[in-house]
């Protein structure tokens, strides 16, 4: 099935609302059983799965451009342990652990113990950097939401790019490791 000559697929699960997901550049409607409004759902996202479809195909193109480093588990983790130090000024870190994630590159706890996937290893140091100042700046602002973004923004006035980079990275390890 495509909207806009976007590919999706529908998955009914025991859910009260639908949502919309795109996971690894695929879109999925994730729809509560018996929901009849498909299209009147797909109507009213268009926009945004245009849009998001179109940034995801872009980074798709970027991350063809992209060598992925491989740095061995010490050398990350002393990375990793170097640019906590650097950027927890207000020494608020608590612990820094590392696992594999299946969706996101970090997490912060509400203990403020920093959590980093360890597929990191895998890109270059300025976002392993970028990726562990974002989260110390939840040790000021939980939520993504302006004031965290304007912390950011100080530090990383190209962030966006930061951003697609690391979409593009993302999409390069997860399609490396279907093959």
Same mark, same amino acid.
């Given at each position: 099935m495509e909207i806009n000559n976007v590919p999706y697929k529908i998955a009914y699960k025991d859910i009260r @609302?639908?949502?919309?997901?795109?996971?690894?550049? @695929?879109l999925t409607l994730?729809?509560?059983?018996?929901?009849? %409004?498909?299209?009147? =759902? +797909? #109507? $009213?996202?268009? @926009?945004?799965?245009?849009?998001?479809? +179109?940034?995801?195909?872009e980074c798709r193109e =970027?991350? %063809?451009? $992209?060598i992925l480093n491989n740095l061995s588990d010490n050398e990350f983790k002393d990375i990793a342990s170097d640019l906590i130090k650097k950027h927890d000024l207000n020494n608020k870190i608590n612990g820094l652990s590392f696992r @594999?994630?299946?969706?996101?590159w970090a997490s912060i706890n509400s203990k403020n113990q920093i959590t980093l996937n360890k597929k990191m290893a895998f890109l270059p140091e300025h976002l392993i950097e970028y990726i562990v100042f974002h989260e110390i700046m939840h040790t000021i602002e939980k939520r993504h939401g302006a004031v965290f973004k304007e912390l950011i923004k100080k530090r990383y006035? %190209?962030?966006? $790019?930061? #951003?697609? %980079?690391?979409y593009a990275y993302w999409l390069l390890i997860s399609d490396r490791g279907r093959s």
């Open positions: @609302n639908p949502r919309l997901e795109f996971k690894a550049g @695929n994730h729809l509560p059983y018996g929901y009849k %409004d498909e299209q009147k =759902l +797909l #109507e $009213k996202y268009e @926009n945004w799965i245009l849009k998001k479809y +179109l940034f995801i195909k =970027l991350a %063809d451009q $992209k @594999n994630f299946k969706s996101k006035k %190209d962030h966006k $790019k930061y #951003e697609k %980079d690391l």
